[in-house]
């Protein structure tokens, strides 16, 4: 796939993840853009588009309730890699916004608590494994997708968090709730230990690099 890259959006509004985005750089096969679209320029992230072949949402402490300027950039991002088939996935903030510009919805799952930490999240049969799977994985929110768009299956599911995961019945649209990608500069702003950061990093890898696979 020559002169593509993989876009990473960081939509963080406090905090840039750039020890997650090396961490994808480091495992995918293919070039890797970085995009700031709250703290830096959102333009980039439609310039880039045409030249990608894939794209990534990553967290924010933003709400897709806001309705920002940014965005609604990003939904018009978003909607045009999917027509043009490029593969998507959404990280937390990344998997909410992608359910909720796709008609799911998103709401507060704890009375607005905000909880982190690490949990069990289990792979449902042939939606992205052939068997089922169990992974514990690293999680920080207090919104979640309360309902699944049209055209989606559940993916993944935890005793916490009935939608972990969605899949697109036949386009290459997948969001995880949970923070696979997690750096260890992230987990440690979480209060996670590095004996648990250890655990789910070998098992949010593994998530990623299937994705990379989708390329």
Known sequence: MPNLSLMVIDPSITHPEIESFNKIVESCPFPCTYHLPVLSEIDSISRSLPHSCGVIILGSAASVHDRTDWQLVL??????AIINDIPVLGICFGHQFLANQLGG?????????????????????????????????????????????????????????KIEGIKHKS???????????????????????????????????????WFFNKL
Request: aromatic letters at 10%; charged letters at 25%; a negative charge.
């Open 75 to 80: 939904g018009e991002v978003l909607d045009k």
């Open 171 to 209: 386009k290459a649209i997948w969001g995880f709730q949970a923070h696979i990608e997690a750096s260890w500069s992230f987990a440690q702003r979480q209060g996670i230990s590095l004996n648990e950061y250890e655990n789910s990093d070998k098992d949010g890898v593994i998530l990623m690099e």
């Open 105 to 161: 919805k998103v709401d507060y799952l704890w009375n607005k608590e905000q909880k982190k930490g690490t949990r069990e999240v289990s792979i449902i049969n042939n939606t992205i494994f052939k068997n089922d799977r169990t992974f514990n994985l690293i999680y920080s929110h207090q919104e979640g997708v309360v309902e699944c768009p049209n055209d989606f299956n559940i993916s993944a599911s935890s005793e916490m968090v």
